[in-house]
């Protein structure tokens, strides 16, 4: 096992620009996150003793049909904030049937007004609903003018708009500009962003010494990607003077989080007695809590360890389950190795056309080691019909990728096929070579 130092996962901790501004638990604190009538501009004149502050506060309280009720009025009369509360009530279904053509409604009206968090929400609703944009780039529009009022979200997703190249206009020089905008307002997943910027010099010069601050400022904000990428700096000595302990604390710290990188990395730390103590229990610990999230590399080396007892206590039917999980994720090396435990019945059932079955998908991926043990199978028929052709084929394509076994076996074989039939063999082996 290597320490990995580029991210395999992206699921965790790292927000897309595709994700709701309101989370889940926004019933609780959302009076933390919309912004006061107050402070998007006046309401309009004829809006009576009751603002739409009042009318936020019945909101805040989970009280949506009151809110609704008292905030309609005030959005029918031009108040931005209301508006944007209204749209919200539209977006989320809360109280109203979910409506996004009339939440769209909404927050194009309040962000006419530069309600930046209506903007940002109007980009959100566009991007998962296209049809309803007004006019091609609205939603795009929408999140730069929400980032130019200093939307740190909108800034947030512009960038990520820029970066992946999902605009007409956006580069990544710009990608960068307005990351920077975000992080400087202390956005972790900007700040992550920004650093891996700076360290691929994906929009200039590489810049390893600022990227290591911004991933540091990520890193200490709770961002489990930039704690991955932290441990990584310090393992590899960039930016930062080396220091196995200290990138086994950034690990540990995202590996605790869930992040399937760092856990696989802190897997091989304990493994190896690098920067901490030599424990190959808690190697295996954190390496099947990356296994169980899908990591294919540490279930394929979770498979290995189960099969010969290194960290875990040896169990053949545990070795066909991780191995079969990697198999189905199209590994050859997880598909050769529980092609040969049905060979030999290990932890599974013996099945020789299971053992076919697996030889032959990692054969197909030009693992030369199956090919070589399928061109023997053809040979003698065992879990297939024999076929002379077919297995020679196979053998040739392992013995040019330079498989001494097939080597060997080729000089057998060439001598139980007939002139026409190895000409057959030759012929399907480059077929097959060039298809790939």
Avoid at 146 to 166: D, H, I
Avoid at 253 to 271: I, P, R, W
Avoid at 272 to 289: N, S
């Amino acid at each position: 096992m290597k320490y990995r130092v580029h991210r395999l996962n992206t699921t965790n901790q790292q927000v897309t620009a595709m994700s709701r501004f309101i989370p889940a638990w926004w019933l609780l604190l959302l009076a933390c996150l919309v912004v006061p009538a107050s402070a998007q501009g006046a309401s309009a004149p004829g809006t009576g003793a009751i603002g739409s502050g009042d009318a936020e506060a019945v909101y805040d309280k989970g009280d949506y049909a009151a809110a609704f009720k008292t905030l309609k009025p005030l959005a029918d009369a031009g108040d931005a904030s209301a508006q944007y509360h209204i749209g919200l009530l539209y977006d989320l279904g809360l109280y109203v049937t979910k409506n996004p053509a009339e939440a769209a409604k909404w927050f194009r009206l309040a962000g006419r007004q530069d309600n930046a968090k209506a903007l940002y929400n109007l980009g959100l609703l566009l991007a998962a609903n296209p049809k309803l944009a007004a006019m091609q780039g609205e939603g795009e529009a929408a999140f730069k003018r929400a980032a130019e009022l200093g939307e740190v979200s909108a800034q947030f997703a512009l960038a990520e708009l820029y970066a992946k190249g999902k605009s007409a206009v956006g580069t990544p020089a710009q990608a960068e500009e307005w990351y920077r905008k975000a992080a400087a307002q202390g956005d972790f997943k900007s700040q992550y962003q920004l650093g891996m910027m700076l360290l691929s010099g994906k929009a200039g010069p590489v810049n390893i010494q600022e990227a290591s601050k911004w991933l540091h400022l990520a890193a200490d904000a709770g961002s489990a990607p930039g704690q991955f990428q932290v441990g990584v700096l310090y393992e590899k000595g960039m930016g930062v003077h080396a220091s196995p302990q200290e990138a086994a604390k950034w690990f540990t710290k995202a590996a605790e989080q869930g992040d399937a990188d760092a856990q696989y990395n802190l897997a091989v730390k304990f493994d190896r007695g690098d920067g901490v103590a030599k424990d190959p229990a808690q190697a295996a610990r954190w390496l099947e809590k990356a296994a169980a999230q899908g990591d294919l590399p540490a279930q394929l080396a979770l498979a290995r360890w189960y099969a010969t007892g290194h960290g875990v206590a040896q169990s053949a039917p545990q070795a066909v389950n991780w191995f079969t999980q990697a198999a189905q994720k199209g590994s050859p090396e997880a598909q050769y190795e529980l092609a040969g435990l049905y060979a030999k019945g290990l932890g599974v059932k013996q099945s020789q056309a299971d053992a076919v079955k697996w030889l032959t998908r990692a054969a197909e991926l030009n693992d030369a080691s199956a090919q070589n043990d399928l061109g023997i199978r053809y040979f003698e028929g065992q879990g297939v019909k024999k076929n002379p052709v077919a297995g020679y084929m196979w053998l040739e394509l392992a013995a040019w990728q330079g498989n001494a076994g097939a080597k060997s076996n080729l000089e057998y074989a060439v001598g139980k096929l007939s002139d026409k039939q190895k000409a057959q063999a030759d012929k399907a082996a480059k077929a097959w070579k060039m298809k790939r």
